[in-house]
C-alpha cells in the first residue's frame, strides 16, 4: 500500500492558524515555518468535531526536523481522513509549494483562503529514512 501511495500529491490544509494545537511557545502558528522542501509525518489521531461533538478520524501534519516529529502544522483534507486514515497514517512528505496571497493564480489564492493556508506535499514513503 506504501508504494501505491508513494509520490501522490496531496494538500495541508490549515496551515496559517494557531487553533487546534497548531501553536507553540516557539512558534505564534507553526505552520508558518513550512516552505519547498520541509519534511512533514502524517499521523492519524481522534478529535471531537466541533461541528456535531462527535468523535472522528482526522490526519496530521507535523514537521520533522533532524529526524524528529515537531510542530502540529495542519491537517490533511478530511475526505482524505473519512476515508483513507489508515492508508496514510505514519507517511513522510515532502512540502512541493506553499500557497501564496500574491499568487498570479486565483484558483491558488482561493484554495488557500477558504482553508486557512494551503501546501502541497508528495508522499514519499513510510520508512524512517525517508525522513532524512
Known amino acids: 500500500l506504501a508504494e501505491r501511495l508513494r509520490g501522490t500529491m496531496v494538500d495541508i490544509v490549515g496551515t496559517e492558524t494557531g487553533e487546534n494545537?497548531?501553536?507553540c511557545h516557539?512558534?505564534?502558528?507553526?505552520?508558518?515555518?513550512?516552505?519547498?522542501g520541509s519534511?512533514?509525518?502524517?499521523r492519524k489521531e481522534t478529535v471531537i468535531s466541533p461541528t456535531t461533538g462527535d468523535e472522528e478520524d482526522c490526519?496530521?501534519?507535523?514537521?520533522?526536523g533532524n529526524?524528529?516529529?515537531?510542530?502540529?502544522?495542519?491537517?490533511l483534507p478530511r475526505h482524505?481522513?473519512?476515508r483513507r486514515a489508515d492508508d496514510y497514517d505514519g507517511m513522510y512528505a515532502r512540502v512541493i509549494e506553499v500557497y501564496s496571497?500574491?499568487?498570479?493564480?486565483?484558483?491558488?489564492?482561493?484554495?488557500?483562503h477558504r482553508n486557512l493556508g494551503?501546501?502541497?506535499?508528495?508522499?514519499?514513503?513510510?520508512?524512517?529514512v525517508c525522513s532524512l
Open 39 to 42: 519534511k512533514v509525518r502524517i
Open 21 to 23: 494545537g497548531r501553536s
Open 80 to 82: 482524505l481522513a473519512t
Open 59 to 64: 490526519l496530521v501534519a507535523y514537521v520533522v
Open 101 to 112: 496571497p500574491r499568487s498570479l493564480n486565483i484558483t491558488k489564492r482561493q484554495k488557500r
Open 118 to 128: 494551503c501546501c502541497v506535499a508528495k508522499i514519499l514513503g513510510n520508512a524512517p
Open 67 to 75: 529526524g524528529v516529529m515537531t510542530c502540529k502544522v495542519g491537517y
Open 26 to 36: 516557539a512558534h505564534e502558528v507553526c505552520g508558518m515555518q513550512l516552505v519547498p
